[in-house]
């Protein structure tokens, strides 16, 4: 690094416009993406060499040429030490052929194989944790919930799904209940407005 010496030219410090000042006593710090959610704007970082969290911000990643930060990703960052930690301030490398889709439910659960008993029915999402993996798909206030797994959603080609949006489900039953086997988003992708 010791890009600070006789010759260090200020003007080379250029990407600082989307943030409050400049700052100072950069650090490299490479790590894992803990996980990374584009529509709250933000994300962490595990440091290889322990410590706490890194907060990724979209605006950093987005500035230095890269969409989205997926969970398992290989990253190295600048990052400078805020009140409340380490934030990314710059993005240096970002690998997502690491990524991998998280382990978040029993696999029993979440790999059992369902049949749909039907076709497509409308539903409403009645939450979704992306984090979790997992949430409940809703036709009414008299019938049952709908399991509804983050595995099931990426087979569809969906990031994840938000509270009150209108689906089309199949389903069948699971071993705990009604388990999604296919959702199609009625108003496009989720997320991406």
């Known amino acids: 690094m010791g890009s600070h010496g006789p010759g260090f030219e200020p003007h ?19 790590g894992t993406i803990k996980w990374f959610d584009a529509s709250k704007g933000y994300g962490f970082i595990v440091p290889d060499g322990g410590g706490p969290d890194v907060l990724l911000h979209v605006t950093c990643l987005r500035r230095d040429g890269f969409q989205t930060a997926l ?17 990314a301030f710059r993005v240096v490398s970002l690998d997502l052929s690491t990524s991998v889709p ?37 036709q009414g206030d008299n019938s049952p919930d709908i399991f509804v797994h983050m595995e099931t959603l990426r087979r569809h080609g969906l990031t994840e799904l938000r509270p009150g949006q209108q689906v089309l489900v199949r389903f069948g039953n699971g071993p705990k209940g009604l388990m999604a086997t296919d959702v199609k988003a009625e108003d496009g992708l989720p997320g991406t407005h």
Do not use: M, Y
């Open 12 to 30: 080379l410090v250029v990407h600082t416009d989307d943030l409050d000042e400049t700052p100072v006593g950069l650090v490299e710090i490479a």
């Open 71 to 87: 969970e398992g990703a290989r990253v190295v960052c600048e990052a400078a030490k805020r009140a409340k930690g380490f934030q």
């Open 102 to 138: 998280h382990p978040v439910a029993p696999a029993t659960r979440a790999r059992a194989s369902i049949e749909p008993s039907g076709g497509f029915e409308p539903a409403t999402v009645k939450w979704f944790n992306r984090l979790r993996g997992f949430g409940f798909l809703t």
